[in-house]
């Protein structure tokens, strides 16, 4: 898909889902690969993500939302139940019905399927996002621990870290330090847009790898409580 056709889908979804602000436009990325680090949010977040960042980018995705076998009973555990109340067995086929539109436009925006297994550290979405970063491309990842609970006041899961090895793998292919953007999502459809925080080559990988899940996790963090206080709701 092309990024008019891109941007025309967004803008589609945007007037139908979406009535939130982006905060931190400031700074949104110069020309060049970067990586996104939102809060999910349930399904809020991604629509509010895709609708409020005026930029292509190309997310990490559990692989089930694309298969059309798989789609329809992850739609309705997902989504359908839990957002639009409704039970088997209409859920069932309100589901269904979805995947016929989500799982064919998903694939077409270019979402780079994860095994819901092993979704912070799949080889596939490493190498598939690698690719598109050296392409000077934005990926988007959404890395909280679905195992986990949820902090109460951010409704957030902790998140894993396997995605922060792109910058070590980008940083030994091009010689450049990775820029990752922390994205907050609030309930009131609102996104904050933080300061990007950099790959650090000369850090111990494994040290590297913890402090940039921190660093992401925290700045979010901050970001949804100060949004939270009022500051950036209204």
Avoid at 73 to 98: G, H, I, Q, T, W
Wanted: charged fraction near 25%; charge should be positive; glycine fraction near 6%.
């Amino acid at each position: 898909m092309n990024d008019a056709t891109y941007f025309l889908i967004v803008r589609i979804i945007a007037r139908l889902l979406w009535r939130g602000r982006l905060h931190g436009a400031e700074n949104l990325p110069e020309p060049g690969p970067a990586v996104f680090v939102a809060s999910h949010l349930g399904p809020q977040g991604p629509i509010a993500a895709v609708c409020s960042l005026p930029v292509r980018f190309y997310p990490w995705i559990v692989a089930d939302m694309v298969d059309k076998r798989l789609a329809p009973d992850y739609l309705r555990v997902d989504f359908v139940e839990p957002s639009m109340r409704l039970k088997p067995p209409l859920s069932k086929a309100v589901a269904r019905s979805l995947s016929l539109i989500t799982v064919p436009m998903l694939t077409a925006l270019g979402c780079l399927p994860v095994n819901r297994e092993d979704y912070a550290d799949s080889q596939e979405a490493l190498q598939a996002s690698l690719a598109l970063l050296r392409a000077g491309r934005i990926v988007l990842i959404y890395p909280e621990d679905p195992r986990r609970e949820a902090d109460p006041q951010t409704k957030m899961k902790p998140f894993m870290k396997g995605f922060t090895r792109l910058g070590e793998l980008f940083y030994a292919e091009t010689g450049e330090r990775l820029r990752f953007y922390p994205i907050a999502v609030h309930e009131s459809q609102n996104v904050m847009l933080g300061k990007p925080i950099f790959f650090d080559p000369d850090n111990p990988r494994g040290l590297e790898r913890h402090r940039l899940k921190d660093r992401l996790e925290e700045a979010i963090r901050e970001m949804y409580l100060g949004m939270a206080r009022g500051g950036a709701v209204a």
